[in-house]
């Protein structure tokens, strides 16, 4: 029974280390596809390419932000049993 729950919770944590590993890829790839637009635009539109750099510069935060959660989610789904005994033990 205990095995299951394990199995289950390194397979949850697997799962969502994939799918964060996606939307990394998938957002790396809009900043890149921003960075690209905003050396085409013009250097006299400031404004446009103000905007530009503000969106590239969120999209790299939120990928810094994704890539931690997806090296705790790794982590755990690696080394899951202090992370399920600090759950049922009822520590953050």
């Known amino acids: 029974m205990l095995d299951a729950l394990v199995h289950d919770f390194v397979v949850s944590h697997a799962a969502m280390a994939i799918v964060g590993a996606a939307v990394i890829a998938g957002l790396s790839f809009a900043a890149v596809l921003?960075?690209?637009?905003?050396?085409?635009?013009?250097?006299?539109?400031?404004?446009?390419?103000?905007?530009?750099?503000?969106?590239?510069?969120?999209?790299?935060?939120?990928?810094?932000?994704?890539?931690?959660?997806?090296?705790?989610?790794?982590s755990t789904a690696v080394n899951p049993r202090p992370a399920l005994l600090g759950f049922f033990q009822g520590s953050a």
């Open 34 to 74: 921003g960075w690209r637009r905003r050396r085409a635009v013009a250097r006299q539109e400031r404004r446009k390419r103000s905007v530009l750099l503000a969106a590239i510069a969120a999209l790299t935060t939120v990928v810094a932000f994704f890539g931690l959660v997806t090296a705790a989610n790794l």
